[in-house]
């Protein structure tokens, strides 16, 4: 069975940063688009940036553009969620996710595969 697992959350002070893992095991994802959700308490879960297969084309919602970096290296199978200048509002549990299809998706439907996520915690 194929497997994602996150890492790299925390607690941490706001204005700091974090990065995040999501290593795939079980097979390849090199193909297939990717992408990073979050769900904070009580909230529905929200996409929040997603990668071409090729890592070549990226997408961000408008509140973490310029702050949130998304990125993959195949070789590794693994993808990672760059978190510069965080947020009280940024808290959530996030996780990772795997398309269907090689582009850019922003639904939740679209995504076939998840990890179990990583909780993140931002201090004011």
């Known amino acids: 069975q194929v497997q994602l697992v996150e890492s790299g959350g925390g607690l941490v002070q706001a204005g700091g940063s974090l990065r995040l893992s999501c290593a795939a095991a079980g097979r390849t994802f090199s193909s297939y688009g990717m992408g990073w959700f979050r769900q904070a308490p009580g909230k529905e879960r929200e996409f929040v940036a997603a990668i071409n297969w090729r890592g070549t084309n990226t997408y961000y919602i408008d509140s973490v553009k310029g702050r949130f970096t998304i990125s993959r290296d195949n070789a590794k199978n693994t993808m990672y969620l760059q978190m510069n200048s965080l947020k009280p509002e940024d808290t959530a549990v996030y996780y990772c996710?795997?398309?269907?299809?090689?582009?850019?998706?922003?639904?939740?439907?679209?995504?076939?595969?998840w990890g179990q996520g990583t909780q993140v915690t931002v201090s004011s």
């Open positions: 996710a795997v398309a269907a299809a090689a582009g850019i998706h922003t639904r939740e439907y679209q995504y076939t595969h």
